[in-house]
Structure formats: structure tokens, C-alpha cells
């Protein structure tokens, strides 16, 4: 038999998984990377947090290559090392290591070639092939932050803060700062008490508005400017006694972080404005007929003239109830978003205040078009329950108040506020599963007349798509109904959808055709159709007559 040459396939070993191991105690020894640097550790540090890239550190050092001689210290100068982390007077073997030390902590790392590349720019003398030993002392470190990511402003954190929460955009801020060009040239310092100033306006350069939302209060930065994020091309001229900015100058910012308080614009368009001093107990703010127990003091423009005082001194706090009208509403607004113990300051704009009208308060003549602050003080609040809480007898009563309350807004004209009490008496029997049959039938009842009535609000607020919607719910319900399908078809009028608003009336005649406003409106509609169609036609005639006379185009 003639010998075949066997192939042996070799077996192949599972690389095994490699697992730093970080010393913990005095003289113990790990690997920490795969390439073989290695840590000793010689006295614990403080604490357990470590620098991380981008950090400026302060250390001694004294290196040497391994079983021979010291060939850098920086003991001997009396001056500690100061360099950030992934900079290029870090090579990347003593980086790998400084992240791994505490404050105070002393290591002596082993760095093999591999990870050394780098050293010899600095000490051309050491070998290139040579196993490095490197005693490491880390004094400190100082938190530096990229604040925009492109490092045109650079935080060092001096003094870092425990409080947990950051300043925002939304929020009023108290900082004090002294700003500085590169000569050491002051060019502005804030007043010893600081400056106040909302987050969203800014305040001397862009700088500090951006890094002021990156810190905690009580924190303390020294914040590295580029021209960009300063005073750009144009500089600034002299100005209080201080040195002008020469144009594209880079400035150094002493910042330090005294207070921030919370602000809320409580209405979208921004006329009623709450400034909360005192945070509030918990998360629950009051709802639509909540009783409110308040205390406050309501001044003019002027910030002086008190024209309106409630619950203080030997009175018993204000009461009333949220969202009934009891008070002007931009005060309505405001206590409605406030919390059990929450203080707060709160500008109304006139038309959420007194509006054109000259009034007469206890205290003081509100004149017409004013301004209005409040100091509010929320002492306690009784809310009404939320529908979850509610058995069906108490919805069903719930619901049938809400919409007698809308009914009565919607006669006075008020459509605003009868829309939401449509809206709060159809969303509490909306879900009717523990209602018995008759209990059913009522809520649908509500849901329907609620919902129509609240597309009725819509129209006249003009907010036509919403009213199309409350439609549609009502048509899910009672695909035959007159109103819903009447009003849908007013809504798509309004929005242009004329083939929808057709559908609509021609189905809603079909059901009625006595319906003489059905009948009107459709006939509306198709004048509409024809005028638009005609336009169409029309501008139709034009681009191909153009296209006629244009030149043709060249083979």
C-alpha cells in the first residue's frame, strides 16, 4: 500500500480574554493593558475618582530605564509636572496610567517599548528599545471641559460643587467673574455680589452664557476663550475703567457659579413668566378646580407700588379655585404650575392682567396697559380627583358639571375656557370599562354632545384641524351623525380639503335633506371647487403656451 501523506490541521488556541488587574494595596502589582504595562502601587490615594483625557494634572515623576539609570526627575526642581492628558507631553504609556491613580496616590508604572513610543522626543538619550520605569506621584488634577466640543472654550473646574443639579438655558443665573487677556489686561469684572441675568439673553460675551449651563452652583472655573466665543474680530474699546479687548483675542474668565433660579414661561407666547426662588414639595401641581390656598403681594411696573396684598400678617391665606376665573388670569396660569411650598416671582403681561382697563385694587390704581409682579407663596392645595380615582357614579357627575360649565362659557363667548371644559368632561368617561349599560350609554352621551360641542369652540377659535378630530371621534361613535359630519365638512372648508368637506355634506344630506345649512355650504363648497379648478386651468393654458413658444431643444 503505497504511504499517504497525512495533513494534520494544528489546533488552533482560544486567545484568552484579557482581564486588568488594578492593585489595591501597598506593594501588590497588575497588568493593566494587554501590551504589558504594569502598575505597583506604593501609597493609596484619596477618594475614588481619577483624571480622565483632557484633564490637566499635577504630579512629581522621576523615570529611569529599567535596571539602569535615572534619566529624568522633577522632584529635584521644586516644581510639580503640569500637563492635560492625551496632550503631546503625555506619551501614551503614562497616560494609560495617570487615569488609573487617585488623588495623592504614588505608583510605580513598567512600560514596555511598545508603549513608550514617544518619550524619545522628549529624551532623545533612552533607547528605543528599552523597558521604561516611572515613579509617579498625582498631586491633583482639574477637571477640564471641551464646553462647545471644538475647543474654542475650555472650563477648568476649580472648585468643584456637590450639588448634582446644572444651571439651564431657561434659568436666571447670579455669577461673579474677571475676565482677562493674555498680558493679564483686566477688561471687566461683575460687582462683588455678582450679576444677574437670564441664561437665554446672555451676558458680556457668548462664552459665559455657554459655559454657565455646563455648572453647579458654588463651582468655581477658570475658562480658556478663543476670539470666536469673546469678542471676535471687532474686540471692544475700553470701557469702566477697564483695558480695551484688541481685535481676535483670546481672554481667560474667572467663573464662578453664586446662584441660579429656576424661570418657566407659563404661557407659549412668553407674556407670563414665573421666577421660582423656593422649590416645592413633591410633583403634584393643582388641576383644573383645584382649591388653592395661597399668599401674595401683586406690584406694578415699577417693582414698588404694591396695589394688592392676600394672606399676610393676621389674614388667613387666599383661597380660591384654579382655573374658575376668580382671579386674572395670568395669576390663574402661574398658581396653577406651582408646587405645595414652591416661592415664586412672576411677571403678567396686560393681557393676561387688568388689560386696557384702569383698575382700582385695595391697595393702589392699576393704570390701563400695565405690568404686573407677583410674590406668590403656594401654602397648600386641595385638587380635584383625577379620573382614575373616580368610580363611574363620580365621573358621570364630573362630567356633566365640566360640560354645564362649558355650556355657560360658550354663551358668554368665552370659547377659550368652554373648550377645555368639553375637553375635561369628555376625557372623564372616555374610558367607560367598569361602567355598567346605563352608565355607558350616559357616557356616551357625553362623549358625543362634549366633543361636538368643543368642535363648535374650535371653529370659532379657528384651530380647524382640531375641530376636524373632535369630529371624527363623535363620526367613530355615531357614523350617521348630522352635526359632526356638518361641522367636519366646515373645518375641511376652512383648510381647503374640498373633496373631504363634500364627502361630508352630500353624506350628511343624504341622512337629512331638509338640512338647509348642509345645503348651503355644499353648494358653497362647489363654487369653491369650480374657482379653483378654473385657476388650475388656467395656469395650466400658461405653462403649456410657454413651453410652446420656447425655443426647441437642440438634438
Known amino acids: 500500500m503505497d504511504d499517504i501523506d497525512e495533513v494534520i490541521t494544528p489546533k488552533v488556541e482560544k486567545e484568552e480574554e484579557f482581564r486588568p488587574y488594578f492593585p489595591e494595596k501597598p506593594g501588590q502589582e497588575g497588568v493593566l493593558t494587554k501590551l504589558g504595562l504594569k502598575k505597583k502601587l506604593i501609597r493609596v490615594g484619596e477618594g475614588w475618582e481619577v483624571p480622565e483625557e483632557g484633564d490637566e494634572i499635577m504630579a512629581n515623576y522621576t523615570a529611569r530605564v529599567l535596571d539602569g539609570d535615572q534619566f529624568a526627575t522633577i522632584k529635584d526642581e521644586g ?47 533612552v533607547p528605543h528599545d528599552a523597558t521604561l520605569e516611572i515613579e509617579i506621584e498625582l498631586i491633583s488634577w482639574l477637571k477640564v471641559v471641551d464646553v462647545c466640543g471644538d475647543g474654542g472654550v475650555l472650563k477648568k473646574i476649580l472648585v468643584k460643587s456637590e450639588i448634582l443639579e446644572k444651571a439651564q438655558k431657561k434659568d436666571e443665573v447670579t455669577v461673579k467673574y474677571e475676565v482677562q487677556l493674555k498680558d493679564g489686561g ?7 455680589e455678582g450679576v444677574e441675568f437670564p441664561v437665554s439673553e446672555g451676558h458680556l460675551c457668548p462664552a459665559i452664557a455657554k459655559t454657565v449651563i455646563t455648572m453647579r452652583k458654588g463651582e468655581k472655573a477658570l475658562v480658556q476663550v478663543k476670539p470666536e466665543y469673546a469678542f471676535g474680530t471687532l474686540g471692544r474699546s475700553a470701557r469702566d475703567g477697564f483695558c480695551a479687548v484688541p481685535p481676535n483675542s483670546d481672554i481667560t474668565i474667572s467663573l464662578q457659579l453664586i446662584a441660579y433660579k429656576i424661570l418657566e414661561y407659563v404661557t407659549e407666547d412668553m407674556n407670563v413668566v414665573k421666577k421660582i426662588i423656593t422649590i416645592g ?51 390663574d396660569l402661574a398658581v396653577a404650575t406651582m408646587k405645595k411650598g414652591e416661592f415664586a416671582l412672576v411677571k403678567v403681561d396686560p393681557e393676561y392682567g387688568f388689560g386696557t382697563e384702569e383698575v382700582k385694587r385695595e391697595l393702589a390704581v392699576v393704570p390701563p396697559n400695565s405690568n404686573l409682579y407677583y410674590e406668590i407663596e403656594m401654602v397648600n392645595f386641595t385638587k380635584v380627583k383625577e379620573s382614575w380615582d373616580m368610580n363611574p357614579e363620580e365621573k358621570i357627575e364630573y362630567a356633566g358639571k365640566r360640560k354645564e360649565e362649558g355650556n355657560t362659557y360658550f354663551k358668554a363667548g368665552n370659547h377659550k375656557r368652554a373648550s377645555l371644559r368639553y375637553d375635561m368632561a369628555a376625557k372623564y368617561v372616555e374610558f367607560d370599562s367598569t361602567f355598567n349599560e346605563e352608565q355607558k350609554k350616559i357616557g356616551k352621551f357625553f362623549k358625543v354632545t362634549c366633543n361636538l360641542n368643543n368642535a363648535a369652540c374650535k371653529l370659532k377659535l379657528k384651530e380647524y384641524r382640531e375641530a376636524a378630530n373632535l369630529c371624527t371621534k363623535v ?72 413651453l410652446r413658444t420656447s425655443e426647441p431643444i437642440a438634438s
Do not use: W
Open 79 to 125: 516644581k510639580p509636572f503640569v500637563a492635560v492628558i492625551g496632550q503631546e507631553n503625555v506619551f501614551q504609556g503614562c497616560k494609560e496610567g495617570l487615569i488609573t491613580m487617585r488623588r495623592g496616590e504614588i505608583s510605580i508604572f513598567t512600560i514596555p517599548p511598545v508603549v513608550s513610543h514617544g518619550i524619545q522626543k522628549f529624551f532623545p538619550l
Open 186 to 192: 483686566i477688561v471687566a469684572k461683575s460687582p462683588e
Open 281 to 331: 414639595e413633591g410633583f403634584l401641581k393643582p388641576n383644573s378646580g383645584t382649591t388653592a390656598q395661597i399668599r401674595y403681594i401683586g406690584k406694578l411696573g415699577d417693582g414698588k407700588t404694591i396695589f394688592e396684598r392676600k394672606g399676610y400678617g393676621n389674614e388667613e391665606p387666599f383661597e380660591f379655585k384654579v382655573d374658575e376665573e376668580q382671579v386674572i388670569s395670568g395669576l
Open 475 to 546: 363620526l367613530k361613535l355615531e357614523s350617521e351623525n348630522v352635526k359632526a359630519l356638518y361641522r367636519r365638512a366646515q373645518a375641511y372648508t376652512e383648510i381647503k380639503d374640498l373633496d373631504l368637506a363634500e364627502l361630508d355634506l352630500s353624506k350628511a344630506l343624504e341622512i337629512d335633506r331638509e338640512n338647509g345649512e348642509a345645503g348651503q355650504l355644499l353648494d358653497k363648497v362647489k363654487k369653491l371647487q369650480a374657482l379653483y379648478d378654473k385657476k388650475d386651468s388656467k395656469m395650466f393654458s400658461n405653462m403649456i403656451g410657454k
